[in-house]
């Protein structure tokens, strides 16, 4: 079986065509890690044809999802501190603003929000030659930016662990779905490109603050040893981990503290008889606590430590949408649920979606969608 993955890949077919989700976790199983960078989707050429490149100065733009997370904002700042030693001329532009406890990272100040500064941004796209396209899988996860990026002339080089890419957007890149993070992508790009010398304390700390945040503190199973192999790495370039994981985690204001407290005691409904827990959160809670970007991250795990919960869902009426948040344990697939009932997506314990259907309207397809994986959830 492994050989015969291997050789489809070498061959230049995406896997994600060929087999289901499941499918692929079980040979995420079974197939070691090292296999998958082999697993070149089709469209894009494979990234280590920019390595040589990577010495002639160019104008680089760096952009990942909307609403960047650690993730998000951690690779592409970690990836801006490598660029930026080979004089190229770099800007990260994000499609939206970011969370407050991300503005401790080197070089956010600098970082343009494509919402509000768009007259600044949008002669950077157009002189832009390269586009790194950081920790999504498709353009409308840009927003408003990403009809500028579909028609850029600029070439596009994506970096990506999420399900199902759209390979064709993108001229260069590689996607590996069971890396446990993008920060952990663009390591291996500075390291396989030759250059790990060039890794510094700017890079450290922000690859630490994405891998540290996409492995749930390096708790959930992506957490391979090539992870924590990073991360002594990071700690020998005077990595202060503990300070990253206050920055992150400990900088929120206590109208947020008390927002979870009352969410939990009052928005929590328990279904034991689907193993799953929803939080569903009315906008008339957001505007009393006065929550911002950023404010309910990490809020969905919360119903995962019920003891038997198998599937935690998070929902929140946004100003134009109803936004979903899917977390699961064991061998339940977010991904597929959200694909299937909510227009979303992302990882197989780990997924998001959106509605522009009411919350109550929302919370019953949802109850119905239970229904349906009564056999999954068991
Ligand atoms: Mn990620």
Redesign the pocket.
């Known amino acids: 079986m492994f050989f015969f993955i291997l050789n489809l890949g070498r061959k230049g077919i995406s896997i994600s065509s060929l087999f289901s989700n499941k499918w692929a976790v079980k040979m995420r199983n079974a197939c070691h890690l090292a296999a998958y960078p082999y697993l070149c989707a089709s469209f894009m050429k494979p990234i280590q044809q920019i390595y040589p490149l990577l010495t002639q100065p160019r104008n680089v733009v760096i952009t990942m ?1 909307q609403k960047p ?1 650690p ?2 904002m951690g ?1 592409a700042l970690g990836l801006f501190h490598f660029l930026v030693q080979f004089d190229h001329k770099v800007t990260v532009i994000s499609p939206t603003n970011w969370a407050d406890f991300l503005k401790w990272m080197p070089g956010c100040k600098d970082v343009l929000d494509y919402e509000s500064q768009r007259e600044k941004a949008d002669p950077v796209l157009d002189n832009a030659d390269w586009i790194f396209c950081l ?1 999504f899988n498709a353009l409308h996860r840009t927003k408003y930016m990403a009809p500028k990026l579909e028609h850029s002339k600029a070439i596009k080089i994506l970096l ?3 399900e199902e890419p759209h390979t064709s957007s993108f001229q260069y890149g590689i996607s590996v779905i069971p890396k ?4 952990e992508m663009i390591y291996d790009f500075i390291v396989e490109s030759g250059h790990a010398d060039k890794i510094n304390l700017e890079i450290a700390q922000c690859l630490y603050a ?1 891998v540290m ?2 492995t749930g503190s390096f708790r959930f199973p992506v957490t391979t040893p090539s992870v924590h192999t990073m991360v002594a790495e990071l700690k020998k370039k005077g990595l202060n981990h503990s300070k990253v994981h206050e920055e992150i985690y400990d900088n929120f204001l206590e109208n947020r503290l008390r927002f979870m407290g009352h969410v939990l005691a009052n928005r929590m409904e328990v279904f034991y008889e689907y193993n799953t827990a929803l939080i569903a959160i009315p906008k008339g809670d957001i505007i009393r606590f006065h929550i911002k970007t950023g404010d309910t991250e990490g809020l969905v795990n919360y119903p995962l430590s019920i003891k038997g919960i198998k599937m935690a869902a998070l929902l929140i009426d946004r100003d134009e949408e109803r936004r979903w948040s899917f977390r699961s344990k064991d061998e339940f697939d977010c991904n597929s649920f959200a694909r299937t009932y909510f227009e979303g997506g992302g ?1 197989y314990n780990a997924a998001g979606g959106r509605s522009s259907l009411s919350l109550e309207e929302n919370v019953r397809q949802f109850k119905e969608a239970l229904k349906d994986n009564v056999l999954q959830l068991q």
């Open positions: 999802h997370d993730d998000a690779s920790d990506d662990h999420h446990s993070s993008t920060a994405g945040s996409d990882h």
